[in-house]
């Protein structure tokens, strides 16, 4: 595709019999992501080498349990009201079983809870250590539909609409940024804030939230 497309002068598909060939070169340029740091550590020692994590050929562990964060978010000083509700989210948190990653979420309006979730396991919150989670055959980042988890934003949404409780207007304050499948169920409900401490590696959700009118905020509460 790259050569069809006429990008670069030259193409050439990296193999053992040519990578001792970079070494030629004044400054090479590799994706930040443990493959390119392995190959470098064993092939371009002493080499000139940048590694840009503006793009990546996969998501790899590193990228994946990074903490991004949305440009155009606000951010909040601990001292906010926000952080009171926050801590409480954070308290939720720690109730969940999922060893991936621990997630409280509450549902607010008007500085009231209305509802609270953490992410957990389904039909028993003990599924995962009693049959497995089909998800633990994959690395980090990948395949996160195969859990058997399900997520605190999405249940608050589901359990809002079980209980006919409105959730436009809402706002909600979540540990961790959403995945891109819980942030367009946010969008969707018509929350008015979303609140978050936490980055995740997978922050494309953010355009859904920010076309649907969402504002996002982001507490700084060290400790929490």
Not at 170 to 177: A, K, L, R, S
Request: proline share 4%.
């Amino acid at each position: 595709m790259v050569r069809a497309l006429g990008i670069f002068a030259d193409v050439q598909i990296l193999t053992l019999s040519n990578v001792l060939g970079l070494r030629q070169y004044r400054e090479l340029v590799l994706p930040d992501e443990d493959v390119s740091r392995a190959l470098t550590q064993e092939y371009l020692r002493g080499c000139n080498v940048r590694f840009d994590g503006r793009w990546r050929l996969r998501w790899h562990k590193d990228a994946a349990l990074e903490g991004r964060t949305p440009a155009g978010e606000i951010q909040l000083s601990r001292e906010e009201f926000a952080v009171e509700l926050m801590e409480g989210a954070s308290n939720l948190a720690e109730r969940s079983p999922d060893w991936w990653r621990q997630i409280g979420a509450l549902l607010v309006r008007d500085g009231e809870i209305i509802l609270s979730a953490y992410n957990r396991h389904y039909p028993s919150e003990q599924m995962a250590y009693i049959l497995g989670d089909p998800r633990s055959n994959f690395e980090a980042g990948e395949h996160i539909e195969m859990s058997v988890s399900g997520h605190a934003e999405a249940a608050l949404v589901a359990i809002a609409a079980r209980k006919g409780i409105k959730t436009e207007g809402c706002d909600m304050f979540v540990t961790t940024f959403p995945c891109v499948p819980c942030a367009t169920s946010c969008a969707l409900s018509g929350l008015r804030r979303l609140y978050y401490v936490k980055g995740y590696s997978l922050i494309h959700g953010a355009d859904t939230l920010r076309a649907s009118g969402v504002e996002m905020f982001r507490v700084i509460a060290p400790g929490v």
